[in-house]
T-cell receptor, first 112, second 111 residues
């Protein structure tokens, strides 16, 4: 039982490049979330999903897109990376019965 | 502005002492949760307290909730070096599908 995994762990992009971050969970959770964490800002919600095939915007969705084609996977895409998207990105899934969120180890992204 | 605000932003104590962190929020909540984050790692769920509860214990952790003051506190008793981490409160607003996180308290336990 791996829990929540994220790939890649680190990435450096140039401005304008695109990339996809992959989140996978093996706990059969319906709800999944993408956050970004910046110094002094806590965690801010980018997008979330309440089930396969559904997504919704969070607090800071601009510049990001997401897809939930399979229940276990939640993808976060950056179409044209900007330096302001330099951050640590965390994925989480939610167990409804306990309302507990399980977090992945994070992806550290630098945009030059 | 943040739904959850934490105080203090940083706390440094000696091993064996108790550590208290506070969280205030603005709107009615369904529950309040505390998470720990070790440096360079993801967040780990510690404890959840529901809006109709006033106090909850888990091992060396004690959480209180005062809905009239819209505040919560996390007490870690008999602190250990391994407790060094950042601690975040997160609120589940009534009817919402998302958690709103505070900015965190950075706790350092000195040996």
């Amino acid at each position: 039982n791996a829990g929540v995994t994220q790939t890649p762990k680190f990435r450096v992009l140039k401005t304008g490049q695109s990339m996809t971050l992959l989140c996978a969970q093996d706990m059969n959770h319906e709800y999944m979330y993408w956050y970004r964490q910046d110094p002094g800002m806590g965690l801010r919600l980018i997008h979330y999903s309440v089930g396969e095939g559904t997504t919704a915007k969070g607090e800071v969705p601009d510049g990001y897109n997401v897809s939930r084609l399979k229940k276990q996977n939640f993808l976060l895409g950056l179409e044209s990376a900007a330096p302001s998207q330099t951050s640590v990105y965390f994925c989480a899934s939610r167990e409804l019965s306990t309302d507990t969120q399980y977090f992945g180890p994070g992806t550290r992204l630098t945009v030059l | 502005s943040q739904q959850g605000e934490e105080d203090p932003q940083a706390l440094s104590i000696q091993e064996g002492e108790n550590a208290t962190m506070n969280c205030s929020y603005k709107t009615s909540i369904n529950n309040l949760q505390w998470y720990r984050q070790n440096s360079g790692r993801g967040l780990v769920h510690l404890i959840l307290i529901r809006s109709n509860e006033r106090e909850k214990h888990s091992g060396r952790l004690r959480v209180t909730l005062d809905t009239s003051k819209k505040s919560s506190s996390l007490l870690i008793t008999a602190s250990r070096a391994a407790d060094t981490a950042s601690y975040f409160c997160a609120t589940r607003i009534q009817g919402a599908q998302k958690l709103v996180f505070g900015q965190g308290t950075r706790l350092t336990i000195n040996p």
